[in-house]
């Protein structure tokens, strides 16, 4: 099947059941300022789940492109993308369960023809803290279509412990609840959200990643990710709206916003596990072969380049045909780091020549049925990302010159983490050419010591601009400077519950999120995450103050401050402290009272010291809600969580 005729027979599909087709919203968000791009199909819908009249009706279908920045780095795998297109179909206080759950399978297996043995699905356990019963309805229709199709579908629970037990209708918890903000806990008020019943399609036990060590020896069900099963729908019944004072009412009409995703059904519809070996993909991929002169899977380190410059070259084309053109401003910072990342996995491959300006005709072939407007930008857009290639190629250009010269000046002239900083600070070069450069010369960098450089760094101008920002913090970096804080409880969280083996390797924070690297050795169980998580909530909510003291290197030391790389800090140090009594003294009274009750009998007092240049908030509630979003590992031995 191609793309449009998919596209076309699900807004078709559902046309026949009384919707009207919507084009698709901008993936610019239009009236929203709280996020940069639209990152689901219900985004540009919010209104209408509020209450206000959907000009087309209260049925409506669509195919909503999107963009996930934050997804960025996970590209390279067989499924994930940073632009995609998300199908939906949308209730507004019109139908519900019955006849979503019922148009949705019979689109899956009737019009798609899927085999319902490989469908498996999901429900809402419920969550007594906030009053929401157990979802007993989706599983009694799910049972009723399986039976339909002769297919007998049991009721399973703790399936995260007890794995699949020969089940087809899953209850889990909070992961089957749906709003912009996550979980039930997470979400502020005003904000709706509610139960969801998700889809999977099943590829087989073969599929399994068993050479996976992460999944090797884990229980495995249809929400494990370890590439038996794939998630390629998600019903959400948006009935609630959270309240001020944190409980959930029912919103005055109950809606569904069914999301599908585009580029999986359509890997599905042909039993294949890669989604860039469908039509959405394969013309680039093609494209890529042909000037680099290698094949598409013939190694795991080039499957990834040619996955990463497929889907970042086909992100950075439908950007601009929506006006996001490369720039180091908001969205078109996003457009250049894909530009430019593509430019440099196409080194990867063996591709010197310029590409960009070429391979945008491929891609506009793809949409301009379904996107018109695509093509009749297709100069533009070339224009567009043929001046940032030629701009990056400039950069590496000059990078290689002041390599040389160094090189030139001092014979024992060594590559390290500060010049690879210096390179990327003052040319924008980008640290994997610095090291590619280092190891032909039979040198060694890691990306540690670069981050440390840049830490050092960004600690110094951090200083010496908090002055300018004083009173009057913008919105992004006071989401900065909260998420800087939140490193400082994520690491004691760490040390408190998996151990003092703990270490900071090293972070990175934009305004949408905080990335944390560390030493352990294994995965962290959703228990420990969830301690995690809780330990840190607990933290904001006890109302601590930070604190700031400069002092010796030495007492820094003997205070029991750990440091992140000591011998790299000057003699002079900056100190944080989070909690505390002896800040006490400082605190208003009701800061006093509640920093008592959580830290009274533990010892040391304060629950973070830490060497660090700042900014930090002045007090952890003004941190507001985090959660946990991701964990990955980096390399063996070190761990990587996402928080928000
Ligand atoms: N809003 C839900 C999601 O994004 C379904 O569309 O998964």
Redesign the pocket.
Known sequence: MQPDELRNLYLNSFKKYGHAIVPSASIVPENDPTTLFTG???QPMMEYFLGAPHPKGTRIVNSQICFRSQDIEEVGDNRHTTFFE?L?NWSFGDYFKKEQLRWVFEFLTKNLGLDPQNLYVSAYEGNSKIGVDRDKETPAIWKKLFAEVGIVAEVVENAVEKGLQGGRIFYYGDGNW?SRAGAPKNMPAGEPGGP?SEIFYDFGVDRRLHENSEFKNKVCHINCDCGRFLEIG?S?FMQYQKQEDGSFAELPKKNV???GGFERILAVTQDEIDIFKTGLFSPIIMYLEKISGQKYNASEDSTRSFRVIADHMRAAVMLAANGVYPSNKKQGYFARRLVRRSIRYAKMIGIDQLFTADLVPVIVEIYKDSYPDVSQKLVQIQNALALEENKFVKTIEKGLKVIEKYQEAKESFVIDGITAFKLYETYGFPFELTQEIAQEKGQKISLEEFEIAKKLHSDQSRSSSADKFKGGLQDSSEQTTKYHTTTHLLHAALRKILGKHVQQKGSNITVDRLRFDFSHPQALTQEEKQKIQDQITTWIEAVLPVTVAHMSKEEALKSGAIAFFIEKYPDEVTVYTIGGKQDLTASAENLADSVQKTDENTSPDWISKEFCGGPHVKNTSEIGKIEIFREKAVSAGTRRLYLR
Request: no cysteine.
């Open positions: 689901s199909g219900m998300m939906g749906w969801d998600n959400v916003d069914f999301g």
